[in-house]
């Protein structure tokens, strides 16, 4: 008994523990990156993870949290900074999602403008101390990685100066090794059912892959609050019910990156 104890409490201080067993283990890892800290993200967001005891990643824009820039869309109000804090500190992420959401990556974009939504948005995640598991050295593409083959590597170039890998905002699950760390493939949940997701799940469960759920819980206004949190409420209970474990993303990697 008292093992199991030390066991348990050794894990937890590691903190990546569940990680590094997910990867030891082979299971299947579902993790949700979810985008642009509307404040709905942290009305539908936080409750949920709380009652199913998973934590998530939140993909932050610094000029909307902190006021100077603001979404196209009128009725969305970001986050503010106190609310995206008291996430940070019940467990869950901060990735970079540039500086300025609004700018998409393009390869025509100047060296300044590629070191303001790269450099800035890391630079902001430092000074809040955001950096568990080193989750401020993860990039998660504005309206995904764009351009021809060449132009996409040109923006690879640019983010690999700055951050350990890019998550894209389109594909499906992969291996415990991403393909390509800057091109890390996410799938879209927004508008899919339930059994749609299931189905998705079902897929990575059979290879025993990693699932990177890319969701916009703000969204969830469309089909009502209740019902967004009962589909995802539903859609990861069946995920820890198939036996495969929910982690944030910066953690998960950082997990099976200590697996030679
Ligand atoms: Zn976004």
Known sequence: MRTIWSVAL??????????????ETGKTVVSFVDDDCINQTYYNWLPLAQEKGINISLAVSPTWII??????DPTKTPMTEAQ?????????????????????????????????????SRDWLLLKGYTRNGCHNCWVYPQGLNGNAAEREQIKKWVGKYYSCGINACGAFFGNKAPDPYDIPRYYSDNKSLG???????????????LIVLSHSYRAAKEGDAAWRRRYGDFIDYVKASGAVVLPFAEAKAGMERIP
């Open 196 to 210: 749609e997701m299931k189905a998705e799940f079902d897929a990575a469960n059979a290879r025993k892959g990693w």
């Open 67 to 72: 006021g100077t820039g603001k979404p196209k």
């Open 10 to 23: 050794f894990s937890a201080w590691l903190g990546i523990a569940p990680a590094i067993q997910a990867a």
């Open 84 to 120: 995206l804090q008291e996430m940070y500190d019940a467990g869950h992420e901060c990735l970079s999602h540039g500086w300025d959401t609004n700018n998409t990556l393009s390869a025509s974009m100047s060296a300044a403008q590629f070191e303001t939504e790269l450099k800035r």
